[in-house]
């Protein structure tokens, strides 16, 4: 009997958690673009300067993981500058949150340019893949 009833609570459990999971659809803040600038520091660590939504509002962010930035040798003083568009995105606060430009998501930024404080040449990078932000 035990048995039995360790089964269909754990069936219960399993159906409940997926029920309460979200249903597929991306979070709306995956179709905006974002315009992007870092600042790589002294302790090859990388600051985010701005980070500024299509319409103009700037938003608080950090960087937590610099994704394909990571295997160029940037320089400290270095500016990248470019568009950023998360692919996923979780809202903080739980399920049905309206606080939309506050959690963590990984994205590409496309249109990466250089620049260093030392030499002002751009220099243009592919599509930098696998960043994630998080914003507050």
Same mark, same amino acid.
Do not use: Y
């Given at each position: 009997?035990? +048995? $039995? +009833? =360790?089964?269909f609570s754990? $069936?219960?459990l399993t159906n409940f958690t997926l029920t309460a999971q979200?249903? #597929?659809k991306s979070h709306p803040i995956t179709k905006?673009?974002?315009k992007v600038k870092l600042k790589v520091q002294k302790n090859r660590t990388i600051e985010v300067i701005s980070f500024v939504s299509s319409k103009g509002q700037k938003i608080s962010a950090k960087l +937590?993981?610099? #994704?394909? =930035?990571s295997r160029y040798k940037l320089q400290p003083g270095c500016i990248v500058? #470019?568009?950023f568009k998360f692919t996923t995105f979780a809202s903080e606060g739980g399920l049905g949150t309206t606080r939309k430009f506050k959690g963590i998501g990984i994205g590409e930024m496309m249109g990466c340019s250089i620049v260093t404080e030392v030499d002002p040449m751009v220099t243009k990078l592919a599509g930098v893949g696998d960043m994630a932000f998080r914003l507050n």
């Open positions: 009997m035990k +048995t $039995i +009833t =360790l089964v754990l $069936i219960f979200s249903d #597929g905006e673009s974002f +937590t993981n610099p #994704g394909g =930035l500058e #470019g568009s």
